[in-house]
Nanobody, 128 residues
Framework: VQLQASGGGLVQAGDSLRLSCTAS????????MGWFRQAPGKEREFVAA????????YYADSVKGRFTVSRDNYKNTMYLQMDSLKPEDTAVYYC??????????????????????WGQGTLVTVSS
């Protein structure tokens, strides 16, 4: 199983970016997926997640209304559309494969232990 995150870059506050996470080596449509981020000196934190079909989505309060998670199972790819970016969104963004097709609780989607494979991360830097 391999996950490849891409799309990061340097943007200004208020700009938008779209991250992609492309999977290979497994049946992509069988698992939920998630996005996490890690800022320098901080722990990895949950950003957004999506169920296997895309019918269920989950967001951290800090990004709700600004970020949108989606997936295209035909392309084996998950996306994170990030709008109205803020300097505090600066971090390395990681995608992970969930152990659960449809995570039942926010506690499950927020826990890194709920994910068994991770991509290498893509850096997002938002300047003020």
């Amino acid at each position: 199983v391999q996950l490849q995150a891409s799309g990061g870059g340097l943007v200004q506050a208020g700009d938008s970016l779209r991250l992609s996470c492309t999977a290979s080596g497994h049946t992509f449509g069988g698992n939920g997926m998630g996005w996490f981020r890690q800022a320098p000196g901080k722990e990895r934190e949950f950003v957004a997640a999506i169920s296997w079909s895309g019918s269920n989505t989950y967001y951290a309060d800090s990004v709700k209304g600004r970020f949108t998670v989606s997936r295209d199972n035909y392309k084996n790819t998950m996306y994170l559309q990030m709008d109205s970016l803020k300097p505090e969104d600066t971090a390395v963004y990681y995608c992970g494969r969930s152990l659960y097709p449809v995570p039942r609780t926010m506690a499950i989607v927020r826990s890194t232990s709920s994910y068994d494979y991770w991509g290498q991360g893509t850096l997002v830097t938002v300047s003020s």
